[in-house]
């Protein structure tokens, strides 16, 4: 059974950091991209950020460039996603996925989901 679970929220101030991790059971992912998106209450999930197999390219929202970080470790079959600077309205559910093929910050392109994981950014 694939499974995918994320870890590392939780409730943070603006200004501060955090460090997301997606561990992947069941199969390896060393051959797929895998991807970071986040849902707000009421609002559509969203890309956040993506990187390839390899972890040679990485790919963000415009909104979390040169604050969030996505990087891979094949030997440990995990992806991490660390967030810095955090805004209130960076809070949502952070969701890691697998992709299968497809634009990486397409949600159809994702063949995997997490469960996911809340952050929440106060003020």
């Known amino acids: 059974q694939v499974q995918l679970v994320e870890s590392g929220g939780g409730l943070v101030q603006a200004g501060g950091s955090v460090r997301l991790s997606c561990a992947a059971s069941g199969r390896t992912f060393d051959r797929n991209g895998m991807g970071w998106f986040r849902q707000a209450p009421g609002k559509e999930r969203e890309f956040v950020a993506a990187?390839?197999?390899?972890?040679?390219?990485?790919y963000y929202l415009e909104s979390v460039k040169g604050r969030f970080t996505i990087s891979r470790d094949n030997t440990a079959n995990t992806v991490y996603l660390q967030m810095s600077s955090l805004k209130p309205e960076d809070t949502a559910v952070y969701y890691c996925?697998?992709?299968?093929?497809?634009?990486?910050?397409?949600?159809?392109?994702?063949?995997?989901w997490g469960q996911g994981t809340q952050v929440t950014v106060s003020s």
């Open positions: 990187i390839s197999w390899s972890g040679s390219s990485q």
């Open positions: 996925a697998a992709a299968g093929s497809g634009t990486f910050y397409l949600k159809s392109s994702y063949i995997y």
